[in-house]
């Protein structure tokens, strides 16, 4: 995959695309990153990128010139295409005023072969970027940052542990919380695992068994691998129900889901 950063602040990436698995992704060939300085693409004496917005306001905006030079710059396919589905590549404008990103739009940005991410800033961007340019507008929550450095990054984070062989075992992007209320797929998983199914994960215990007085749950040291993954169920229920309860209107829940969520509301109640 090839992925492309447009940004004002390109030194601002050295630091999360060096680290964990988007270094290994990119040493494995799996994706290929560059960030583009936006600046560049600016042509008068101080490589100006923003302007003052038309009819008044606080701030400035970011110039459209500059952005459609660096766009095309990259050979990237003609928006009809892009939104018509016959090119595998997209451009996403990162906007406070875009869609929130979440599980679903990841797996989606995953499978394709390209990904363009342009960091708005000051105020915002040109409408005009985002109506003949962009194919798409995210953000990455219901509130506002500096600019849209931290949003891509969390994006190119998201979007590179979902690309096949990025994470060493890739059953484990499959059982994590929101990995099937958002992509709308089943994981099968071993006996004694069971996959988040649009739930938030499981409670994890490590060694020691018994820390400070505080003891790992019984269950998940019986060695009965029906017993744990009922437990862990449980658990993921009780915290979804606890933490994200919006979470269980779309989860896919079973028979035995909705048993065990009754044991755990009706105990919590």
């Known amino acids: 995959m090839k992925i492309?950063?447009?940004?004002?602040?390109?030194?601002?990436?050295?630091?999360?695309?060096?680290?964990?698995?988007?270094?290994?992704?990119r040493e494995a060939r799996l994706v290929e990153i560059e960030v583009q300085d936006l600046r560049a693409f600016a042509h008068d004496r101080h490589?100006?990128?923003?302007?003052?917005?038309?009819?008044?306001?606080?701030?400035?905006?970011l110039k459209p010139e500059p952005i459609f030079e660096c766009i095309e710059s990259l050979g990237v396919a003609p928006q009809g295409e892009r939104l018509a589905g016959a090119a595998c590549e997209s451009v996403v404008v990162l906007s406070?005023?875009?869609?929130q990103f979440d599980q679903q739009v990841a797996g989606e940005l995953a499978g394709l072969q390209r990904m363009v991410l342009i960091c708005g800033r000051y105020e915002g961007i040109d409408e005009r970027v985002c109506q003949h340019l962009g194919d798409r507008e995210l953000c990455i929550g219901n509130y506002v940052l500096s600019g849209g450095e931290l949003g891509a990054a969390v994006i190119v984070d998201c979007v590179t542990r979902l690309i096949p062989g990025a994470v060493g075992n890739d059953a484990s992007t499959r059982q994590e919380s929101?990995?099937?209320?958002?992509?709308?797929?089943?994981?099968?998983?071993?006996?004694?695992?069971?996959?988040?199914?649009?739930?938030?994960d499981y409670p994890h215990y490590t060694r020691p068994a018994n820390f400070r007085g505080m003891a790992v749950p019984e269950t998940l040291i019986s060695g009965d691998h029906e017993e744990i993954r009922r437990w862990r169920r449980r658990t993921a229920l009780e915290k979804t129900w606890r933490n994200?309860?919006?979470?269980?209107?779309?989860?896919?829940?079973?028979?035995?889901?909705?048993?065990?969520?009754?044991?755990v509301t009706g105990a919590n109640s």
């Open 244 to 263: 994200r309860p919006d979470l269980l209107e779309k989860a896919s829940l079973s028979d035995e889901d909705k048993r065990l969520l009754a044991q």
């Open 4 to 25: 492309d950063i447009v940004t004002i602040f390109p030194d601002f990436f050295c630091g999360p695309l060096d680290y964990g698995i988007i270094r290994r992704a």
């Open 47 to 61: 490589r100006t990128v923003d302007d003052r917005p038309f009819g008044g306001g606080e701030g400035m905006v």
């Open 96 to 99: 406070a005023q875009g869609r």
């Open 178 to 200: 929101f990995a099937v209320a958002e992509t709308g797929r089943e994981f099968p998983g071993p006996s004694s695992t069971c996959g988040s199914r649009g739930l938030l």
